[in-house]
């Protein structure tokens, strides 16, 4: 069975740091490039970073620029998102896809993992 399942959200304060995991079953992450995405309430979902399949290039969005890390662990199959000084704004559903593009009509998508930044 193939699937993707993302772990690690949850609540914390402004400027704590959470580390989402991307875990695959099924398939080998390595074949693919990973792209981490999120969706807040009444917004459409964005690319918050991606790490390329071969050469292992990552991207960012300008907003989590500086603040967050995404690696993979071939090993156990996992895509990490490590997020560093968050923010109230960083509040959203987390998705991981096999894709750097939100829009890819092939990916395959995790069911997600609220991440909650409040006091």
């Known amino acids: 069975q193939v699937q993707l399942v993302e772990s690690g959200g949850g609540w914390v304060q402004p400027g704590g740091s959470l580390r989402l995991s991307c875990t695959a079953s099924?398939?080998?992450?390595?074949?693919?490039?990973i792209g981490w995405f999120r969706q807040a309430p009444g917004k459409g979902r964005e690319r918050v970073s991606c790490i390329t399949r071969s050469i292992e290039l990552t991207v960012y969005a300008d907003s989590v620029k500086n603040r967050f890390t995404i690696s993979r662990d071939n090993a156990k199959n996992t895509v990490y998102l490590q997020m560093n000084s968050l923010k109230p704004e960083d509040t959203a559903v987390y998705y991981c896809?096999?894709?750097?593009?939100?829009?890819?009509?092939?990916?395959?998508w995790g069911q997600g993992t609220q991440v909650t930044v409040s006091l």
């Open positions: 896809a096999t894709s750097c593009s939100v829009s890819a009509p092939s990916a395959y």
């Open positions: 099924g398939f080998t992450l390595r074949d693919y490039a």
